[in-house]
């Protein structure tokens, strides 16, 4: 992955707009929270291969950066993104990394579902 260039990723984006693409979102702060602070608690969500269509896709910040979807009846995003990725299929990886570069968050889009 490298760093998000804004640019970049708003046109891949927009080559997403109105189709039915499949989603996957996961938020995490991990079990390694856990074992640093013994008074946190571990937190999380997953959704994978989530079907979509959204009409409008934008990024924001000047980073971390936030990604948001506009459904037809509703949003979906992400903040705290820092890295990206355009695989030669066409699919379009997003992830927040912390400093320690630990997973927090991860937005990706694909036109097929992804593997399990």
């Given amino acids: 992955m490298n760093p998000i260039d804004k640019s970049m990723v708003q046109h891949a984006l ?13 938020t995490t702060n991990g079990a390694y929270a856990v074992h640093s ?3 946190s ?4 969500a997953y959704i994978r291969n989530a079907r979509i269509s959204f009409g409008r896709g934008v990024i ?3 980073g971390p950066y936030r990604v948001g979807l506009k459904l037809e009846l509703g949003w979906v995003y992400a903040e705290g993104l820092t890295d990206f990725e355009l695989t030669p299929e066409g699919q379009l990886l997003l ?14 889009l694909s036109l097929n579902p992804f593997d399990l």
């Fill in 37 to 39: 602070q013994e008074s």
């Fill in 41 to 44: 608690m571990s937190v999380g």
């Fill in 95 to 108: 992830a927040g990394h912390d400093q320690e570069g630990r997973l927090a968050v991860a937005l990706e």
């Fill in 60 to 62: 924001t910040g000047d």
């Fill in 14 to 26: 927009d080559s997403f707009l109105n189709r039915e693409v499949y989603l996957h979102l996961e």
